[in-house]
């Protein structure tokens, strides 16, 4: 019922953020702690959060790093590339 509500019990108290469950209140205390409890075991790093690891991991399972050229890929391969790299970047932005 808190969804229909809006009630968010749990607030952060560094930053007064507030949640509706208590799990997300404490992934989120990750943030101001600086724990990283998720590391990647196909190199050194390491994530407060698991979503942000399976995005890291897609990395190594795609070989996103090998771009293909514009003139060898159809358009709608470049753009999902492009989509897949920001949403990579956006990851890194957030941590």
């Known amino acids: 019922m808190r969804v229909h509500r809006g009630q968010r019990p749990y607030s952060c108290p560094d930053c007064r953020k507030s949640y509706m469950e208590l799990s997300h209140l404490r ?16 190199c050194d790093k390491c994530f407060s959060y698991k979503g942000s690891l399976k995005l890291h991991m897609s990395t190594h399972a795609k ?7 514009m003139s060898a890929a159809s358009g709608s391969e470049v753009k ?12 890194y932005i957030q941590l």
């Open 80 to 91: 999902t590339t492009i989509y897949t790299l920001s949403l990579w970047i956006s990851c």
């Open 63 to 69: 070989g996103i790093h090998n771009i293909p050229a």
């Open 27 to 42: 992934r989120h205390q990750s943030v101001h702690t600086g724990e990283k409890l998720h590391p990647c075991k196909e």
